[in-house]
């Protein structure tokens, strides 16, 4: 059960490993691009139907068709990576229950956005868990761990590449122990809990009125997506990578300042942010250099 990219490996490596997969369970298709004229279908769908694997799509979990039809593939086990909340009727259905893929080291940052707040929080760093699925979203006893090292100037959407892969290979160690029986659980201590909440549009705006260190992570921690976000002559700037320059002066925070031709950077309580990739509202993506050979800052 799974949808993005990051879910992919995960699926991949148990089918290259000879494991039976019954059934891919992902989202529907939606329509999106140029006018929403164009029909996408999930990362994990166009891998399962490349492979020759059998596909459900439901809208609701709770539909009594599709738990029917999830139960005649008699699955021994679950595999959950970045899907949605399951019922428990759903996710109580295989002899030997559910397994989760989470990018954080559970119990820190339960919930929908692990790698995001990990770097926002200038985490060194952070790491993907397995666990057997309980009601509350998170909260099952843990399985295995793997860490990974979050560079200085790395984005969360490295970040996401690397772990990616070694969740994938956690993903299979797991099963191969849950096949095996050779295993032990361990209940997650709630004194150690964090909360890594689902991050909008809105919340990605930008607040210059802290320290570079703390942009500079905002900005690696939301890129390439959703992507940190500020105003420019009312139109909406994206931000996907910054560099940070401490220094001290007397611009107010957020004060754009720039030579118009090598630098363009944005005040900070403690320095500036220099932008280096950006894209502004209607144009494409591109280097701060080629954005000041045609935009001339006040």
């Not at 490993?17 to 999930?42: F, H, M, P």
């Not at 990576?81 to 954080?104: K, Q």
């Not at 004060?255 to 932008?275: M, Q």
């Amino acid at each position: 059960m799974g949808t993005p990219d990051f879910a992919v490996p995960s699926l991949d490596i148990l089918v290259k490993n000879g494991y039976d997969v019954v059934g891919v369970i992902t989202a529907t298709d939606k329509y999106g691009g140029r006018g929403n004229k164009k029909l996408i279908e999930s990362a994990v769908k166009k891998y399962a139907v490349a492979n020759n694997l059998k596909v459900l799509q439901p809208k609701n979990l709770k539909n009594p068709e599709f738990q029917e039809e999830l139960r005649a593939l008699k699955a021994d086990l679950q595999i959950v990576v970045a899907f949605r909340m399951l019922p428990i009727a759903v996710w109580d259905m295989p002899s030997l229950g559910t397994m989760n893929l989470h990018g954080s080291l559970l119990p820190k940052y339960r919930g929908a956005a692990p790698l995001n707040w990990a770097v926002i929080n200038g985490d060194k760093e952070t790491g993907a868990t397995t666990f057997f699925l309980k009601h509350q979203i998170d909260t099952g006893d843990l399985l295995f761990t793997t860490k990974v090292e979050i560079g200085e100037e790395e984005s969360v959407g490295e970040v996401h590449d690397k772990l990616m892969i070694q969740g994938s290979e956690l993903i299979l160690k797991s099963v191969q122990a849950v096949e095996s029986g050779d295993y032990e659980t361990t209940a997650q201590d709630e004194s150690l809990v964090s909360k890594a909440p689902k991050i909008f549009h809105e919340t990605c705006q930008i607040d210059f009125n802290q320290s570079t260190q703390k942009v500079h992570n905002f900005i690696r921690g939301l890129s390439p997506y959703p992507t940190a976000w500020t105003k420019l002559n009312d139109l909406k700037l994206k931000i996907y990578r910054a560099a940070r320059d401490i220094e001290v002066h007397d611009f107010p925070a957020g004060k754009l300042v720039s030579d118009n031709k090598n630098y363009l950077k944005i005040a900070t309580t403690d320095g500036f942010i220099n932008l280096l990739e950006i894209q502004l509202q209607g144009r494409k993506r591109m280097e701060a250099k080629a954005f000041l050979n045609g935009y001339k800052v006040d």
